[in-house]
């Protein structure tokens, strides 16, 4: 740590990188442009920032086909909940801090959107029905109020190559299942796993 150089201020933050551009600084928006909602339409993933009263951190990622993300209207948006591990950390944190950082996704493209704003968790509304995904209706949702949403840019994607099948190698890591038995204290077996996470887990995507 001895030979770290810190950045310790905005001042000397603002010395290394500059100055954003005007544009850059105006382009972001309270509410929801048509374009906005045409983007979440075609989105089927996100990202969902949140952190905690005492600032333990959490992304989540949510996914389900697209135009999943439910407009409100101008000013909120709700993101379904669906069957997972039952961990919850992001909607713990919400509890204790509402704001939220979301980004959403379509594949094939390397801009993305981006919504910041204050979330509730809510158990039953009447829209909950417009969010039923193969006769699953969802037991929660993140309902987001907006305070601010923009395009971000394309470098990231870009740079990363995410979108171009020649960079893809999935095979270059062991399965879930084994990195699970790697990494995780777990009395089941390898095959017991694999089992678990092949074929039959597909089925359990909007399963209890």
């Given at each position: 740590?001895?030979?770290?150089?810190?950045?310790?201020s905005a001042?000397e933050?603002?010395?290394?990188?500059?100055?954003?551009?005007?544009?850059?600084?105006?382009?972001?928006?309270?509410?929801?442009?048509?374009?906005?909602?045409?983007?979440?339409?075609?989105?089927?993933?996100?990202?969902?920032?949140?952190?905690?009263?005492?600032?333990?951190?959490?992304?989540?990622?949510?996914?389900?086909?697209?135009?999943?993300?439910?407009?409100?209207?101008?000013?909120?948006?709700?993101?379904?909940?669906?069957?997972?591990?039952?961990?919850a950390?992001?909607?713990?944190?919400i509890?204790?801090?509402?704001?939220?950082?979301?980004?959403?996704i379509?594949?094939?493209r390397?801009?993305?959107?981006?919504?910041?704003?204050r979330a509730?968790?809510?158990?039953?509304?009447?829209?909950?029905?417009?969010?039923?995904?193969?006769?699953?209706?969802?037991?929660?949702?993140?309902?987001?109020?907006?305070?601010?949403?923009?395009?971000h840019?394309?470098?990231?994607?870009?740079?990363?190559a995410?979108?171009k099948?020649?960079?893809?190698?999935?095979?270059?890591?062991p399965s879930?299942?084994?990195?699970?038995?790697?990494?995780?204290?777990?009395?089941?077996?390898?095959?017991?796993?694999?089992?678990?996470y092949?074929?039959?887990?597909?089925?359990k995507?909007?399963?209890?």
């Amino acid at each position: 740590m001895a030979d770290y150089e810190e950045i310790g201020s905005a001042a000397e933050l603002r010395e290394l990188l500059g100055d954003p551009l005007p544009r850059v600084i105006d382009k972001d928006r309270p509410r929801l442009h048509a374009r906005d909602r045409e983007w979440l339409a075609q989105s089927p993933f996100c990202l969902i920032a949140t952190s905690a009263a005492d600032g333990t951190c959490d992304v989540s990622p949510k996914g389900d086909p697209p135009g999943f993300v439910h407009v409100l209207d101008d000013g909120t948006i709700a993101v379904p909940d669906r069957p997972g591990n039952r961990r919850a950390d992001g909607f713990l944190n919400i509890l204790t801090n509402p704001h939220v950082g979301l980004i959403h996704i379509i594949p094939g493209r390397t801009e993305t959107l981006r919504i910041n704003g204050r979330a509730r968790l809510v158990r039953e509304a009447p829209f909950f029905d417009a969010m039923t995904v193969k006769g699953h209706r969802p037991r929660l949702a993140l309902v987001v109020d907006i305070e601010q949403i923009f395009f971000h840019c394309a470098k990231a994607f870009m740079r990363s190559a995410l979108w171009k099948p020649e960079t893809w190698e999935p095979d270059a890591l062991p399965s879930h299942a084994r990195l699970v038995k790697e990494v995780q204290r777990i009395d089941q077996s390898l095959e017991e796993l694999e089992h678990y996470y092949g074929a039959a887990y597909a089925k359990k995507l909007y399963a209890g």
